[in-house]
């Protein structure tokens, strides 16, 4: 019979091994959570920004009470000037998708940026372009 001497090395680097992947995935895919976070809040408020760019005369009394009217360039407008005025050097590759009124009533906002993993690996992508969508409804009470 033969002893087992030595034969738990190779199995402690192996779990070793495996355990530092995963905790690089880990780490990974959190941050890419975090960057599609950010990313969103900063899509949320130009969106807020972009419900609110109307004027006085563009609110009409309907049934359910008075209504604001959005136009598309009016919500470009205010989203780009919104998204110049606030910090977004952290976002790589920013770049303002659409910013639109669909139905005259909200204002859709669609973003994309650039994110890296912050460790490279060889199961983890060099970088991903990451896309979000925001909607936010004007309301005039």
């Given at each position: 019979?033969r ?17 530092i992947?995963?905790?690089?995935l ?13 990313l ?49 050097a ?43 969508t ?8």
């Amino acid at each position: 019979m033969r002893g087992d001497e030595g034969s738990t090395l190779p199995l402690t680097i192996f779990y070793g091994f495996l355990a530092i992947v995963l905790a690089l995935l880990v780490v990974a895919a959190t941050s890419l959570y975090l960057e599609r976070k950010r990313l969103f809040t900063l899509a949320d408020g130009a969106a807020l920004v972009g419900s609110e760019a109307f004027a006085i005369d563009d609110v009409h009394e309907t049934a359910a009470g008075y209504r604001p009217t959005l136009e598309s360039p009016d919500v470009s407008a205010a989203v780009s000037a919104y998204l110049s005025t606030t910090p977004t050097a952290d976002f790589t590759g920013l770049h303002l998708e659409r910013a639109e009124s669909e139905d005259g009533r909200s204002a859709t906002v669609q973003l994309s940026a650039y994110w890296k993993p912050p460790v490279l690996t060889l199961l983890v992508p060099e970088g991903l372009r990451i896309e979000v969508t925001a909607v936010a409804r004007s309301v005039f009470s």
